[in-house]
């Protein structure tokens, strides 16, 4: 079965960065894109971007733009989203989910990365 | 960016109760919108596609109308199990956006 495994909670200064981790399995994984979302507390979900695993292109969000990075490991089926010089209102919950391309909805979902950012 | 509005933000009803939630875009979107489920500390389900189209396993208590801005989500004959959070997605122009959510509550 389809299953996108993030990595653990972190707890961060402000400044500091964070790198989330995304392991895909039970499918192609350079088959579908993957998204990022977060989901600040008592928030919507906020879209911040995609890679395609295929070949590592990316389409970030504007207001990400500088400040976030995607990335992929064919090797390992995992995507990665690193966020830099975080701020307090960056605490959210981050996850993944694929989607087999930019318009289009993602049919699986990560269960999320809980990224607190608090001096 | 395309703005979403759900609502209503919550509401409260009876198993086997029929309930409705609207999901209204600030421009045409086409039929390029997406209905999920969340539960609290699960990882949201899709269930619907493309408006209305039911994404595959999803139970036909859902289903999905509305086209341009303004759309809608019914659940005919509430289960416990659907007792959950519905949110709405648009996927017609980037940056995807979210409506705000809909909490369906136990009455």
């Known amino acids: 079965q389809v299953l996108l495994v993030q990595s653990g909670a972190e707890v961060k200064k402000p400044g500091a960065s964070v790198k989330v981790s995304c392991k895909a399995s039970?499918?192609?994984?350079?088959?579908?894109?993957m998204h990022w979302v977060r989901q600040a507390p008592g928030q919507g979900h906020e879209w911040m971007g995609l890679i395609n695993p295929s070949d590592g292109s990316t389409n970030y969000a504007q207001k990400f733009q500088g400040r976030i990075t995607m990335s992929g490991d064919r090797s390992t089926s995992t995507v990665f989203m690193e966020l830099t010089n975080l701020r307090p209102d960056d605490t959210a919950v981050y996850s993944c989910a694929r989607g087999i391309r930019l318009a289009h909805p993602s049919d699986y979902w990560g269960d999320g990365t809980l990224v607190t950012v608090s001096s | 960016d395309i703005h979403l509005t759900q609502s209503p933000a919550s509401l409260s009803a009876s198993v086997r109760d029929s309930v409705t939630i609207t999901c209204r875009a600030s421009?045409?979107?086409?039929?390029?919108l997406a209905w999920y489920q969340q539960k609290p500390g699960k990882a949201p389900k899709l269930l619907l596609y493309f408006a209305s189209r039911l994404q595959s396993g999803v139970s036909s208590r859902f289903s999905g109308s509305g086209s341009g801005t303004d759309f809608t989500l019914t659940i005919s004959s509430l289960q416990p199990e659907d007792f959950a959070t519905y949110f709405c997605q648009q996927y017609y122009l980037s940056p995807l956006t979210f409506g705000g959510g809909t909490a369906v509550e136990i009455k």
């Open positions: 039970g499918y192609s994984f350079t088959s579908y894109f």
């Open positions: 421009q045409v979107i086409g039929n390029s």
